[in-house]
């Protein structure tokens, strides 16, 4: 007994050592890189990625700040599909809920890391990789003066994308002084200190080629383009325009209206003689606009297909009536978000629910996080499928009322309802009335 309370010392001593305590990540905001969506175009994009693939991606990822910034819809089909996740509800479940270590653990978890302050933003950072390659978030503690804890959760801290880099071949991340500014110093982010979530699918390429937003870069640009060009084309031919006439050999009549038309944008009229013909014409801008709408409606698209697997929900487009394209789709969206809390919360469990209860001295297993429920579709099937199976004199075993609880998403316990009591003047059902009774025939 004595050897294995100092073997258990000497671990915790151990990890008390390597316990991230103080922050590392301090960076300031006014060293990021400027703007590149001003001077952006083709060559300049191809020149951005060639550097990433060589492992520097400082531009790459500044690049994609400026996309989400000033790309509106973008923008809105991320914080779609992180509120998807972020905006039901947590349910943390004990790993074995038959096991009692299991079951204080999951309580505990859910009272001393769901329930801090940096919990949410922390999430919604990790969800970022979804399109990002990979999204880091530094955890660090102190010492607790709870009763039961030797440690607590200080903070989750989002690492920015400014400092990772790939330069010696894998993801390290670049040292910051006191004033936060990177340093030529890197370093390999360790387990113990950082959760990094990688949200994508895209898992054989390397994060250094950009992940799933490298596709929206060219429909992004072309996008906003096609948007500078339609305002321009709109502020020059939306508006009438003024034509004047004059004689072949009147020059004097000419230099006459080159002053007026030059003095139009001021004085918002002409004056002219009798003898001038002055005529207002329209531009035919919409056939052309239009053209310019149908392309950025494209675009942006293509964009919702990526980011929430269909376009319907951004966009308003007849399908037809009975089509099933609505029910589809939404099928689509419902499978976006029940992978990204999957594996959201495969992370939190390996590696910050885990560290959590080791560094504790806790006995129960990491519990599962679960975000959200079924749709409402599914849930009026479960109910169908029980009261059939209440109608064919068949009921749901006790262990079963946790599957169905993790499916709902709230618990579900079964109801104490006396048993039903045959009524007045009714008889049990019983084999004896199968027998059959001897015929008897009246003389």
Not at 28 to 37: D, G, H, Q, V
Not at 198 to 203: A, E, I, S
Not at 297 to 321: H, I, P, W, Y
Not at 372 to 391: H, K, N, Q, R
Request: charged share 25%; glycine share 6%; net charge neutral.
């Amino acid at each position: 007994m004595p050897y294995f309370q100092d073997r258990a010392k000497a671990i915790l001593a151990y990890v008390a050592n390597f316990l991230p305590v103080q922050r590392r990540t301090i960076y300031n905001p006014r060293l990021m890189p400027s703007s590149l969506a001003a001077t952006l175009d083709v060559d300049r994009v191809h020149d951005i990625l060639s550097a990433a693939e060589s492992g520097e991606t400082e531009m790459l990822f500044a690049l994609y700040q400026d996309i989400l910034l000033a790309g509106s819809h973008l923008q809105g089909r991320l914080g779609d599909r992180k509120e998807a996740v972020l905006s039901d509800t947590l349910n943390v479940q004990p790993y074995d809920k038959a096991n009692a270590d299991d079951v204080a653990a999951a309580e505990l978890v859910k009272l001393e890391l769901t329930k801090h302050d940096d919990w949410e933003d922390a999430c919604a950072h990790l969800l970022d990789s979804v399109l990002w390659p990979v999204s880091l978030i530094e955890k660090t503690y102190k010492p607790s003066t709870k009763p039961g804890l030797r440690y607590e959760l200080a903070s989750l801290t989002p690492v920015p994308y400014q400092l990772l880099t790939y330069i010696e071949g894998r993801m390290q991340l670049r040292e910051t002084d006191a004033t936060g500014s990177p340093t030529s110093t890197r370093f390999d982010p360790a387990p113990t200190r950082y959760i990094v979530h990688r949200g994508h699918l895209l898992k054989a390429v390397p994060d250094n080629w950009g992940g799933p937003m490298r596709s929206l870069i060219f429909w992004w640009l072309l996008c906003h383009m096609s948007r500078d060009w339609w305002a321009r084309f709109l502020d020059r031919y939306g508006a009438p325009f003024v034509v004047g006439k004059y004689d072949q050999a009147d020059d004097a009549s000419r230099t006459v209206l080159e002053r007026a038309f030059a003095l139009a944008t001021k004085l918002g009229g002409l004056v002219v003689s009798k003898e001038t013909e002055v005529e207002i014409k329209q531009a035919a801008a919409s056939d052309s606009g239009e053209a310019y709408k149908t392309f950025i409606d494209l675009c942006n698209r293509e964009t919702s297909k990526l980011v929430l697997g269909e376009t319907l929900s951004s966009d308003a487009q007849a399908t037809g009536m009975n089509s099933g394209n609505a029910k589809a789709q939404a099928g689509k969206r419902d499978e976006k978000r029940a992978g990204d809390a999957r594996r959201l919360a495969k992370t939190l469990r390996n590696e910050l629910f885990k560290q959590f209860l080791e560094i504790n001295g806790i006995k129960g297993r990491a519990p599962v996080p679960i975000w959200g429920s079924v749709s409402p579709e599914e849930i009026v099937a479960i109910c169908s499928t029980l009261d059939s199976l209440t109608g064919a004199g068949l009921e749901v075993d006790d262990e079963a009322l946790a599957i169905i609880s993790e499916k709902v998403g709230f618990q579900v316990r079964r109801s104490e309802r006396p048993a039903p009591v045959a009524g007045p003047g009714v008889l049990p059902f019983s084999a004896s009335s199968l027998k059959k009774k001897p015929m008897t025939r009246s003389i």
